[in-house]
């Protein structure tokens, strides 16, 4: 039996698109949830108090870790996000197999590098007034499919995984 197709780029895309509202909805939840915990007591006095770097560190550091942990889940062993089922997407490795939860965080964390990088291009850049040269390196993932021989996403060829079509 022959492998199943690779996903086209512009389905892929669209996916994504798809992913990253459902990512905003879950990192909204979270933050309601983490408000208390990172500025106790403001809440009660009717106080909007920015919270201490610690803090801001400490949410976005379980902010991550809450995307990293949902999506390990939901890629491995053959589980799909439901914007993978509306495209009609699944998620393997490059031998076409279901994949593990640690090459599924492997993969999550490899799609940050794009925008990873913009954070650092930004800090390094905006003391010469060149700041906005920074924003296309958050797409540096999504664009790299534009020069790879099989339209592969920087993050799926850096994890040993590829997005393949489903039947209907």
């Known amino acids: 039996m022959a492998p199943p197709p690779l996903a086209g780029v512009l389905r892929r895309w669209a996916a994504l698109v798809y992913e990253a509202f459902l990512l905003t909805a ?6 309601f949830v983490l408000t208390p915990l990172v500025s106790p007591g403001s809440a009660a006095r009717g106080e909007l108090v920015m ?15 809450l995307g990293g942990a949902f999506f390990a889940w939901i890629w491995s062993e053959g589980r799909r ?28 964390v490899a799609a940050w590098i794009g925008p990873a990088l913009a954070v650092v291009a930004y800090a390094a850049l905006t003391p010469h007034g060149f700041a906005a040269l920074a924003w296309p390196l ?4 999504w664009l790299a499919a534009l020069v790879d021989p099989q339209r592969q996403f920087l993050h799926d060829r850096i994890a040993g995984t590829r997005l393949v079509t489903t039947a209907r």
């Open 26 to 31: 879950l990192v909204f939840i979270a933050s």
């Open 81 to 108: 996000t439901l914007p993978m089922k509306a495209w009609r997407l699944a998620l393997v490795t490059d031998a076409y197999a279901p994949l593990s939860r640690r090459r599924a965080f492997a993969r999550y």
């Open 51 to 65: 919270p201490s770097p610690a803090a801001r560190i400490g949410s976005f550091v379980a902010l991550f870790a």
């Open 138 to 141: 958050v797409f540096l993932n």
